[in-house]
């Protein structure tokens, strides 16, 4: 399969490191050729972080809030504040492959996911534990969920950062990029089908109510799950692209990268776009179970909603590649946020009633979602070539964090809202709780109405603020290519 446009090139930082880059890139011709085996590593590694990401993402305020008893007031206060946090966790944590090698094995970014995957998993397992029989007093009790929710989130940022940023070095062709991208978008996929769908069914009895020892259940599975993947991810894939070792003697100016940030309007426009694209994730992932148990008190529906990704995917998988050569990244993306506006504004404004026709709407729905999903990432790894055009300079894995928090802003924008607004229309945390017949339609509006900023959001980051075409970016693709032939000569 092969998207159109340009991905990333070899990234060379700056002409002071040109003649280790020489010398790294001579080596590097005796690695292995790009082969299936660093597309499949990578899918395990998306499938990795999915199966702990995507369970607490979806599961964890229903958890909480029914199991627990916690407010859904205050778990949008922990969101918010967990997220208030990562605004300075995620850039520090981001910069460490950028700023210093770990092990002898010359990879930049494997020994950091090695370091964090085995805390990830364990938070996992914290944040399911049913603690509500350690009759914990209501500080201790807030306080735990507290600290598990941290630990994920610092977990989930130390894995998922350098996987991400890995693509930039397991190889420089464009179409073998093209793979990668395709690769992560498979690997959620395949969690967020074939995992999280037995959720409804093995956590909730016949009238919906949940089974809290299941939950925790699961989630030891699920981090096993994530280990094995992470190890595949480790020992498939390889890094070829060495770039100069981080100079120990030059302080890392995260600063001055921040500044470089706001230069690059292609990546803001990306960021912008993502924050919309987390909200559709998060919130309809977290509020998914409400709709279903409040309005339609049908869980099990659930189930034939997540299986039902996997007709989406085998639809866009082959025709994606085939729309974007007629019409480009960004328009595709443009008008699968267009085609999502129209049909999630109906599902707004339209009540359904029937659970089935709702489900029927919502997979049709989902297609737009799908093909901005299989798409962003490889425009991500365009505006980092472009921060490199305009800069003359390269950090990807600091680079790459800035737009990683742009995908956790979106995320904990919708965790807090969907909080907070289950609190401000009068939604009763506990179990058994029988909820008033307002308060279920204001659930069905709120989840109906987030898809619908969701593709408000990504019309305006893409349409608005986005602005490399394809006849920018060939230019700064043949500029870049320049600079690197120049600097490679006098070297």
Same mark, same amino acid.
């Given at each position: 399969?092969?998207?159109s446009?340009?991905?990333?090139?070899?990234p060379?930082?700056?002409?002071?490191y040109?003649a280790?880059?020489?010398?790294?890139s001579s080596?590097?011709n005796?690695m292995?050729k790009?082969?299936?085996?660093d597309?499949?590593?990578y899918?395990?590694g998306?499938m990795?972080?999915?199966?702990?990401n995507?369970?607490?993402?979806?599961?964890?305020?229903?958890?909480?809030?029914?199991?627990?008893?916690? +407010?859904?007031?205050?778990?949008?206060s922990?969101f918010?504040?967990?997220r208030?946090?990562?605004?300075?966790?995620?850039?520090?944590?981001?910069?460490?492959?950028?700023?210093w090698?770990?092990?002898k094995?010359?990879?930049?970014?494997?020994?950091?996911?090695?370091?964090?995957?085995? &805390?990830?998993?364990? +938070?996992?397992?914290?944040?399911?534990?049913?603690?509500s029989?350690?009759?914990?007093s209501?500080?201790?009790?807030?306080?735990?969920?507290?600290?598990?929710?941290?630990?994920?989130?610092?977990?989930?940022?130390?894995?998922?950062?350098?996987?991400?940023a890995?693509?930039?070095?397991?190889?420089?062709?464009?179409?073998?990029?093209?793979k990668?991208?395709?690769?992560?978008?498979?690997? @959620?996929?395949?969690?967020?089908?074939?995992?999280?769908?037995?959720?409804?069914?093995f956590?909730?009895?016949?009238?919906s109510?949940?089974i809290?020892?299941?939950f925790?259940?699961l989630?030891?599975?699920?981090?096993? @799950?994530?280990?094995?993947?992470?190890?595949?991810?480790?020992?498939?894939?390889t890094?070829?692209?060495?770039?100069?070792?981080?100079q120990q003697?030059?302080?890392?100016?995260?600063?001055?990268?921040?500044?470089?940030?706001?230069?690059?309007r292609p990546?803001? @426009?990306v960021?912008?776009a993502?924050?919309g694209?987390?909200?559709?994730?998060?919130?309809?992932?977290?509020?998914?179970?409400?709709?279903?148990?409040?309005?339609?008190?049908?869980?099990?529906?659930?189930?034939v909603? /997540?299986?039902?990704?996997?007709?989406?995917?085998?639809?866009?998988?082959?025709?994606? &590649?085939?729309?974007?050569?007629?019409?480009?990244?960004?328009?595709?993306i443009?008008? /699968?946020?267009?085609? +999502?506006l129209?049909l999630?504004?109906?599902?707004?404004l339209? &009540?359904?009633?029937?659970?089935?026709?709702?489900?029927?709407?919502?997979?049709?729905a989902?297609?737009?979602q799908?093909?901005?999903?299989?798409?962003?990432?490889?425009?991500?790894?365009?505006?980092?070539?472009?921060?490199?055009?305009?800069?003359?300079?390269?950090?990807?894995?600091s680079?790459y964090?800035?737009?990683?928090? +742009?995908?956790?802003?979106?995320?904990?924008l919708?965790s807090?809202?969907?909080?907070? /607004?289950l609190?401000a229309?009068?939604?009763? /945390?506990?179990?058994?709780?029988?909820?008033? &017949?307002?308060?279920?339609?204001?659930?069905?509006?709120?989840?109906?109405?987030?898809?619908?900023?969701?593709?408000?959001?990504?019309?305006?980051?893409?349409?608005?603020?986005?602005d490399?075409d394809?006849a920018?970016?060939?230019?700064?693709?043949e500029?870049?290519?320049?600079?690197?032939?120049a600097?490679?000569?006098?070297?």
């Open positions: 399969m092969r998207f446009g340009h991905f990333l090139h070899n060379l930082q700056n002409s002071g040109t280790v880059i020489r010398k790294a080596k590097e005796h292995k790009f082969t299936v085996r597309e499949i590593g899918v395990c998306d990795a972080g999915s199966f702990v995507l369970f607490v993402d979806a599961y964890f305020l229903t958890f909480c809030t029914y199991v627990l008893g916690i +407010s859904a007031k205050w778990m949008g922990l918010l504040a967990a208030l946090w990562d605004a300075f966790n995620d850039p520090m944590i981001g910069s460490f492959p950028d700023r090698r770990l092990g094995s010359g990879d930049k970014f494997k020994p950091y996911v090695k370091l964090f995957m085995i &805390p990830l998993a364990l +938070s996992g397992v914290l944040c399911f534990l049913d603690v029989s350690w009759n914990l209501g500080f201790a009790l807030h306080a735990w969920v507290a600290f598990v929710y941290v630990l994920y989130g610092m977990s989930y940022t130390g894995t998922s950062m350098p996987y991400g890995m693509a930039s070095v397991i190889t420089n062709d464009p179409i073998e990029r093209s990668l991208s395709r690769a992560r978008s498979v690997g @959620g996929t395949i969690v967020g089908v074939g995992a999280l769908s037995v959720v409804p069914v956590c909730f009895d016949k009238d109510n949940i809290p020892a299941n925790t259940m989630a030891v599975v699920f981090g096993i @799950g994530s280990l094995i993947c992470y190890i595949l991810l480790t020992s498939l894939c890094e070829r692209v060495r770039d100069a070792a981080p003697k030059e302080k890392f100016n995260y600063a001055k990268i921040l500044k470089n940030v706001t230069k690059n990546l803001i @426009g960021m912008v993502t924050v694209s987390l909200l559709f994730i998060t919130g309809n992932s977290q509020l998914r179970t409400y709709i279903f148990k409040e309005y339609y008190e049908n869980t099990s529906v659930m189930s909603l /997540s299986l039902s990704s996997i007709l989406v995917m085998i639809i866009c998988f082959p025709l994606v &590649p085939k729309l974007t050569k007629v019409f480009g990244k960004r328009k595709l443009l008008y /699968s946020s267009i085609y +999502s129209v999630y504004g109906f599902m707004l339209v &009540p359904i009633k029937n659970v089935w026709l709702y489900a029927v709407l919502t997979i049709i989902s297609i737009g799908t093909v901005f999903t299989m798409l962003i990432w490889a425009l991500v790894t365009d505006c980092l070539d472009y921060g490199e055009w305009v800069t003359g300079e390269r950090n990807d894995g680079m964090s800035i737009y990683t928090f +742009s995908r956790k802003i979106g995320s904990t919708a807090t809202i969907a909080s907070f /607004s609190h229309v009068g939604y009763v /945390s506990g179990t058994n709780i029988v909820q008033a &017949p307002e308060v279920v339609n204001s659930i069905r509006i709120l989840v109906c109405a987030i898809p619908v900023i969701t593709a408000v959001l990504e019309i305006v980051g893409i349409g608005l603020i986005f490399l394809k920018k970016t060939d230019q700064m693709y500029e870049l290519a320049a600079r690197r032939q600097a490679a000569t006098n070297s």
